[in-house]
């Protein structure tokens, strides 16, 4: 099995572009991830804008990670917790990286339901 991906990464060269933040405050995913490179990264720091606050990036979970604890990923499971509209699975916003998200894996729905809402 690959490692499973965290929807809430750096913006970092070889991450992934999930979506931009859009006008409503949430995030418009893209139906396919693309590839971060730096020249984008440069471009966007050239232009004075902070990716991590108007862009949503994917790369690989880390157990490692600050966020990881008692054997679980508490940003997924805070997400799952947000008030937000709940969604039947076919209502879901189109994701990329719904197959592999750690999110997805450890809360289902519920983390994808609040995933647009997280900046």
Same mark, same amino acid.
């Given at each position: 099995m690959s490692t499973p991906l965290c929807p809430?990464? $750096? $913006?970092v060269p070889g991450a992934l572009l999930l979506g931009r933040l859009a006008d409503d405050g949430?995030? /418009?995913?893209?139906?396919?991830?693309?590839?971060?490179t730096r020249e984008f990264l440069d471009t966007?720091?050239?232009?004075?804008?902070d990716p991590d606050a108007?862009?949503?990036? /994917?790369g690989p979970c880390s157990k490692g990670c600050s966020r990881w604890s008692h054997g679980k990923c508490q940003v997924?499971?805070? /997400?799952?917790?947000?008030?937000?509209? &709940?969604?039947?699975?076919? &209502?879901?916003?189109?994701?990329?990286?719904?197959d592999a998200c750690r999110w997805h894996a450890q809360e289902g729905p519920a983390a994808c339901t609040a995933c647009i809402f997280i900046v």
């Open positions: 809430s990464y $750096a $913006a949430t995030v /418009a995913l893209l139906k396919s991830p693309l590839p971060v966007l720091h050239g232009q004075h804008t108007t862009y949503r990036f /994917a997924a499971q805070q /997400a799952a917790r947000l008030p937000v509209p &709940e969604m039947k699975p076919h &209502e879901l916003p189109d994701c990329g990286i719904r």
